[in-house]
């Protein structure tokens, strides 16, 4: 990068600013559609962190159960003097490491949301707080 090019590109970022709860005017100088903004709703919030949840749980419980049968399978066809043992050991142990991974992904979205949603309402709650202490609230009503 040339050094006009570095210093345009400072300038650039130094005039942008955050613009928080809207969106730039569009081509025409109007207002932007309300569609595009984003909405998100507790109770979808809530279903989503349920469905991790229950996907976790059935992971779980159904990705588990061939573990013992496989790992004894490898051991015994390793014990055999046969490679397929030692190959099978490796598909077991990578499938136990992915298995332990989707479910730390679905508990860590799962908890995601949860946090989220109890941030929210207490974000909200102090919001309305202060506003009714201000006077503000009722002014607003």
Same mark, same amino acid.
């Given at each position: ?6 210093e345009q590109? $400072?300038?650039? &970022?130094? &005039? #942008? /600013?955050?613009?928080? !709860?809207? *969106?730039?005017p569009?081509?025409?100088?109007? @207002?932007?559609s309300?569609?595009a ?10 279903a989503?962190?349920?469905? @991790? /949840? =229950? *996907?976790?749980?059935?992971?779980? =419980? ?7 049968a496989t790992?004894?399978a490898?051991t ?8 397929t ?5 490796a598909?077991?142990d990578a499938w136990? #490491? $992915?298995? +332990?991974t989707? $479910?730390?992904a679905? +508990?860590?979205?799962? !908890?995601? *949301?949860d946090y989220? =949603?109890? #941030?929210?309402?207490?974000?909200d709650? $102090?919001?309305? #707080?202060?506003?009714?202490v201000?006077?503000?609230? !009722?002014a607003?009503k």
């Open positions: 990068m040339a050094w006009d090019e570095w590109a $400072k300038q650039d &970022a130094a &005039a #942008t /600013r955050t613009r928080l !709860n809207q *969106l730039p569009g081509a025409d100088g109007r @207002a932007p309300p569609r903004d984003l909405v998100v709703h507790d109770d979808v919030l809530g989503l962190g349920d469905l @991790a /949840r =229950r *996907l976790r749980d059935q992971v779980s =419980r159904d990705g588990d159960h061939a573990r013992v790992s004894e490898a015994e066809l390793t014990a055999d003097g046969l490679d043992g030692g190959g099978l050991r598909v077991h136990i #490491t $992915k298995l +332990a989707l $479910k730390d679905c +508990a860590h979205i799962s !908890n995601h *949301l989220s =949603r109890a #941030t929210h309402r207490q974000d709650h $102090k919001i309305a #707080t202060d506003m009714s201000s006077g503000i609230g !009722n607003i």
